[in-house]
C-alpha cells in the first residue's frame, strides 16, 4: 500500500511541477531562513548554562537611584557583610587588576602586558567551569604572584602552552606560572586571559563606595532574592548616610542577555534581539506554511476529477486524505533536506553577519526537533486541503461542483491577507530600524566625534599627575595634531561616579555624580559646547589639582548644564566662580571651583541617560588613562604611526588601542545595526516567499478563469482591463492586510523606540510606502501571470467548448 502511494505521489510531482517546485522551494527557504535564526537564539540563550549549579548562582549589582547609574560591580570590602547571611551559601570575587599591579613583563628580553589579569577567590571552580590543560588550579590560588593562564595567552607569552613553571619577571615581582587553562568558551559573559590569587598586598578597596569588584553568591534554594537583596543594602546605606543604592541579584545564566550596565566584561548581548529574531523565525514558519496551505488548496480544486474517479473506484476517505499528507509530508521532507544543506553553504556568511561562531551538530537535540518539526509542518500545513479535498461526494466532485465551493476561497483569501500584513510590518520595521540608527549617528551628543583620535589603557604615570610631559610635548609636535589631552574616561563610556559631593543648600548627605579627571584643553579636544566660563587652561596655574595642605585639596572644574540644574542655579553663568566638594579619602577634602559650564553630553550610548557630570583638572583616581587628539584628518595613518614609535619607546607598548571617535560611536549601535542587517534580510526573503505564495495563487486564479479570460478577449477586451479584472481581488486583499498591519506595527515598533533617550517619529508615510509597495509587488506579480493566459489565442481555449 505504501510503495502504491509512493509511486502516486511521485507522479503527481512529476505531473504538477510548478506546484511542486513552488512548495519545495518555498519550504526549503522559509525552514533553511527559521534554521538559521534558530541557531543564533539557541546559541544566545546558552550562555553560562554550563556553570556549575549555575540556578542558584547571581551576580551582585548596583544602582545609584540620585544619578541612575547601574553598575555590575561593588566593593570587595562587601564580602564581610554578604559571608555571614545565612541565605547567602557561598561567595566568589573576580577583581580586575590591571589598574592595580604592574601588569608589564618579560620573558627572555620580550616585553609583553598581562591583558586581562584577575585576582579571584579560591572557591573559583565551584562557580565557573574551568578545563586544566596543564597545572594544578588549587595550588596556582594558594600563593601569592603565582599565575593561570588561559591557553591563548600562554600561547601569546610563551608561544606553546607546556609553560607550567616559567616565570614572568615585573619591574616590582615576579610571576610563576603554576596552571593553564582552556579559554572559557564564548557563550560566557567572563572573560580573563589569566588569574591569580586574591591577597592583601593589593591595593583593595578600603571604602564602602570603591567598586572594584564582579561579586557572585550561591544562595539557598527558596531564598527570597528582594529580601536578601535588601539585607545587602544595609551597609551601603549606612555608608553613603542615604538610602541612594539599591542592590540587585541577577541570574548568572541571564547575565548576558538582560545586564546592560557600565564595565561590563564583555560586550553584552540583546534580549530584543533574540526575541526580534525568534519572531522572525515563526513568521518565515507560518509564510511557508501559508503558501503551502494557499498553493495545496487551489491545486485540489484541479484535482476534483483524480479524486471523484478514485472515489467512484473504491478509494475511502482516509485513504485520499493520507495520499495527500503523503504528499504534503515527502515535499515537507524534501524541503527540509535541502534546507539543511543551504544552511551548510550560508553559515559562513550568517556566523560573519552575528559575530558568533555557530554550527550544525547533527548529533544534537536541536536537529532531532528540526527533524520532527519537518513532517509535523507538512502534516499541519496539508491537513486542511485534504480534509477539503476528500469532503465532497463523488457526484458534486465529478460534476465540477467543486469549483463553485467558498471554503477554500475564504481560507486562501485569509492566509494571502496574514501574509501580506506581515510582510507589510517588516518593511515598516526595516524603515524605522534604519532611519533610527542614522538618526543616532546624525544626533547632537554634545561633543564632537569627527576628526577625534583616542589611545585607550595608557599607564596614568606622570600623564595626569604634572602639568606638563615630554611624551604630552612630543605628540603635540606631530604634523596633524591640533590637540591634546589626558583624560580618565572616553565619552563613548559611562564614567564613574564620586560620593557625597556637596555644595552650598545641597543636603546633609551629598550627591553621587559621574565624575571625569582631565588634562588641558578639555573642550577644545573633546568639541563640547561650552555655555559658559572657560576651558582648563595652563595659563591659570590653579586649575591643575594641587594640595593646599594634609587636609584639603583644590582644583577646577567644568560641569554640565544638568549639574547646574541640580545645584539650584537658574543659568550656566550663574555657576561661574562658585564652590563644591567631595572627599578623596576620609581624612581630605576637595574642593572644586567651577570655570566652565557644557552643554549636556551623551556619555556611551542614547538608551543611558544625559545626566550631571563634573570634570576635575588634573586628578584621576584610575591607574590608567586615555589620550584624545583633535587631528587633521588627512594625517590620520601617519599619526597612528608616529604614536605607535613613541608609546613604544616611552612606555615599552607594543600594541596600543587606537581607534577614531566616531567608530568607537559607531560601535555602541552595532548591536543594534546587526538586528537592522537581520530584519531586512529575512525581511527580503518574506517578501520573496508572499510573492511565490502570490505567484501561486494568481497562477490557479487565471487558469481557473481561462475560458471566461477567453470569451472577455473575443468581446474586445484589453489585456489591460483582464489584468485589473484579476488583479483587483488581490488588491483589495492587500487593503484588507493594512488594517491589519499597521496598528500591530505601531505598537511594537513604538515599544522598541522607547528604549532610546532620542528617537524618530513613525511618519505616516513609512506606512503608505510599505502598503504601496505590496500593492505594487502583487498587482505586478499578478499581471505578469494574467497576461500570460491573456497571450492564448482564445480559439485554443474554448474550442472544445
Known amino acids: ?74 566593593t570587595s570590602k562587601m564580602n564581610e557583610y554578604i559571608e555571614p547571611l545565612s541565605q547567602v551559601l557561598d561567595v566568589f570575587s573576580f577583581i580586575p587588576m590591571n589598574e592595580l599591579v604592574d601588569d608589564k613583563v618579560k620573558f627572555k628580553n620580550k616585553d609583553f602586558q598581562l ?17 586544566p590543560i596543564e597545572g594544578d588550579i588549587t595550588e596556582a590560588l ?20 607546556q609553560v607550567v613553571g616559567e616565570y614572568l619577571t615585573g619591574a616590582k615581582k615576579r610571576w610563576l606560572v603554576v596552571a593553564v587553562v582552556k579559554d572559557m568558551p564564548q557563550n560566557s559573559h567572563l572573560e580573563f586571559s589569566s588569574l591569580t590569587q586574591i591577597t592583601d598586598s593589593y591595593k583593595l578597596a578600603k571604602q564602602m563606595w570603591r567598586n572594584d569588584s564582579y561579586t557572585y553568591v550561591k544562595v539557598a534554594k527558596g531564598t527570597d532574592l528582594r529580601a536578601l537583596a535588601d539585607e545587602m543594602e544595609k551597609p551601603l546605606i549606612s555608608a553613603y548616610q542615604a538610602d541612594i543604592v539599591v542592590i540587585t541579584l541577577r541570574p548568572f545564566s541571564d547575565i548576558h542577555l538582560t545586564s546592560h550596565t557600565m564595565s561590563e566584561l564583555k560586550t553584552p548581548g540583546s534580549l530584543q534581539a533574540v526575541k526580534v529574531c525568534i519572531g522572525l523565525s515563526i513568521l518565515l514558519l507560518l509564510i511557508a506554511s501559508f503558501n503551502f496551505i494557499n498553493m495545496s488548496t487551489a491545486q485540489a480544486g484541479l484535482r476534483a476529477k483524480e479524486v471523484g474517479v478514485r472515489k467512484a473506484l473504491g478509494a475511502t476517505k482516509a485513504q485520499l486524505v493520507g495520499q495527500f499528507l503523503l504528499e504534503s509530508v515527502l515535499i515537507a521532507l524534501l524541503g527540509a533536506l535541502l534546507a539543511f544543506a543551504l544552511v551548510e553553504l550560508l553559515l559562513p556568511w550568517f556566523n560573519a553577519l552575528v559575530e558568533r561562531n555557530l554550527g550544525l551538530n547533527y548529533a544534537s537535540d536541536f536537529i532531532v526537533v528540526t527533524i520532527f518539526i519537518a513532517p509535523l509542518l507538512g502534516l499541519l500545513a496539508g491537513l486542511y486541503p485534504a480534509l477539503f479535498i476528500t469532503a465532497f461526494n463523488t457526484k458534486r466532485v465529478l460534476s465540477g461542483d467543486l469549483q463553485r465551493g467558498q471554503t477554500s476561497v475564504v481560507v486562501r483569501k485569509s492566509l494571502l491577507v496574514m501574509q501580506a500584513a506581515l510582510s507589510m510590518g517588516l518593511i515598516i520595521a526595516v524603515f524605522i530600524l534604519f532611519s533610527q540608527l542614522k ?16 589611545v585607550s589603557n595608557l599607564p596614568r604615570k606622570d600623564l595626569l599627575q604634572t602639568t606638563q610631559h615630554a611624551f604630552i610635548s612630543q605628540i603635540e609636535s606631530l604634523d596633524g595634531v591640533k590637540n591634546s589631552l589626558v583624560t580618565d574616561s572616553l565619552l563613548t563610556f559611562a564614567p564613574a561616579a564620586a560620593p557625597n559631593i556637596n555644595w552650598p543648600g545641597s543636603s546633609q548627605v551629598g550627591a553621587t555624580v559621574p565624575t571625569v579627571g582631565a588634562g588641558f584643553n578639555l573642550v577644545k579636544t573633546f568639541g563640547l559646547n561650552l555655555l559658559a566660563g572657560r576651558d582648563f587652561s ?76 563634573f570634570f ?66 529575512f525581511s527580503g526573503l518574506a517578501i520573496l516567499l508572499t510573492c511565490i505564495g502570490i505567484f501561486g495563487l494568481a497562477s490557479f486564479s487565471a487558469q481557473a478563469r481561462g475560458k471566461e479570460i477567453a470569451v472577455r478577449k473575443v468581446l474586445g477586451a484589453t489585456p489591460f482591463s483582464l489584468i ?18 499597521f496598528p500591530v506595527t505601531y505598537w511594537l515598533v513604538a515599544d522598541w523606540l522607547a528604549n532610546f533617550n532620542t528617537a524618530i517619529d513613525q511618519n505616516i508615510w513609512l506606512y503608505l510606502l510599505s502598503a504601496g509597495l ?28
Open 538 to 613: 595652563q595659563k591659570y596655574s590653579g586649575d591643575w589639582y594641587h594640595r593646599v595642605d594634609d587636609k584639603s585639596s583644590e582644583a577646577s572644574s567644568i560641569i554640565s548644564h544638568s549639574m547646574v540644574k541640580m545645584m539650584g542655579y537658574d543659568n550656566a553663568q550663574q555657576a561661574i566662580g562658585k564652590t563644591f566638594t567631595t572627599w578623596l579619602s576620609p581624612k581630605r577634602i576637595l574642593t572644586l571651583t567651577i570655570t566652565g559650564v557644557v552643554e549636556d553630553i551623551q556619555f556611551a550610548s542614547a538608551k543611558e541617560d544625559r545626566g550631571p557630570v
Open 774 to 801: 505590496i500593492a505594487f509587488i502583487t498587482w505586478l506579480t499578478v499581471a505578469v501571470i494574467t497576461f500570460k493566459i491573456a497571450s492564448i489565442r482564445p480559439s485554443l481555449t474554448l474550442r472544445y467548448e
Open 724 to 741: 485589473n479584472l484579476i488583479s483587483k481581488e488581490f488588491l483589495l486583499l492587500v487593503l484588507i492586510s493594512i488594517g491589519l498591519a
Open 1 to 74: 500500500m505504501l510503495s502504491h502511494y509512493l509511486l502516486t505521489t511521485l507522479r503527481t510531482f512529476k505531473r504538477q511541477k510548478q506546484h511542486f517546485a513552488l512548495n519545495l522551494f518555498g519550504l526549503t527557504l522559509g525552514l533553511a531562513a527559521a534554521i538559521l535564526v534558530a541557531l543564533y537564539v539557541k546559541y544566545e540563550l546558552s550562555y553560562d548554562k554550563f556553570q556549575p549549579d549555575v540556578e542558584n548562582t547571581y551576580r551582585v549589582e548596583q544602582l545609584f537611584t540620585d544619578v541612575n547609574a547601574k553598575i555590575p560591580m561593588i
Open 616 to 681: 576635575i583638572c588634573g586628578l584621576s583616581r584610575s591607574s590608567k588613562v586615555n589620550l584624545v587628539l583633535e587631528i587633521d584628518e588627512s594625517f590620520t595613518t601617519d599619526i597612528k604611526n608616529s604614536v605607535e614609535q613613541l608609546l613604544k619607546s616611552e612606555f615599552n607598548i607594543s600594541a596600543p588601542e587606537i581607534e577614531l571617535v566616531e567608530h568607537a560611536y559607531a560601535d555602541l549601535y552595532r548591536m543594534e545595526n546587526k538586528i537592522a542587517e537581520v530584519v531586512f534580510i
Open 115 to 131: 591583558t586581562g589579569l584577575f585576582a579571584v577567590s579560591k572557591n573559583i571552580t565551584d562557580f565557573l567551569k574551568l578545563e
Open 142 to 161: 594558594s600563593k601569592p604572584d603565582q599565575l593561570i593562564l588561559s591557553q591563548s595567552e600562554a600561547i601569546r607569552l610563551f608561544g606553546k602552552t
Open 439 to 454: 538618526h543616532l549617528n546624525e544626533v547632537s551628543v554634545g561633543y564632537d566625534k569627527s576628526a577625534r583620535l583616542t
